[in-house]
């Protein structure tokens, strides 16, 4: 069983800046890509960042500049440090993760919760 455990969103004022960390636990045997989606009320959910093995990003135009992603390999854990934060960041920001457990030859995807994150203007 793999799971994916968010934390960090909460409400902050424009220009602001929050850090969402996401770890991933349970029977892993390789992790592909670890990245953040998010979804604002009325819209579909959207890549926000991703970094694959290897280290490379994709980062979503809006948030080119302002966000940074990174990820802990030993911890298994992926980090979203957002700067800058505007209203229109507003959404319910959920982990993504590509990854293969043990008992499977074909990579996975695996969602977490969500965690809200809000920008008052």
């Known amino acids: 069983q793999v799971q994916l455990v968010e934390s960090g969103g909460g409400l902050v004022q424009a220009g602001g800046s929050l850090r969402l960390s996401c770890a991933a636990s349970?029977?892993?045997?390789?992790?592909?890509?670890m990245g953040w989606y998010r979804q604002a009320p009325g819209k579909q959910r959207e890549l926000v960042a991703a970094?694959?093995?290897?280290?490379?990003?994709n980062y979503a135009d809006s948030v080119k500049g302002r966000f940074t992603i990174s990820r802990d390999n030993a911890k298994n854990t992926v980090y979203l440090q957002m700067n800058s934060l505007k209203p229109e960041d507003t959404a319910v920001y959920y982990c993504h993760a590509e990854l293969r457990t043990p008992l499977n030859t074909r990579s996975a995807d695996y969602w977490g919760q969500g965690t809200q994150v809000t920008v008052s203007s």
């Open positions: 349970g029977s892993i045997f390789s992790i592909n890509a």
């Open positions: 970094i694959i093995s290897g280290g490379r990003t």
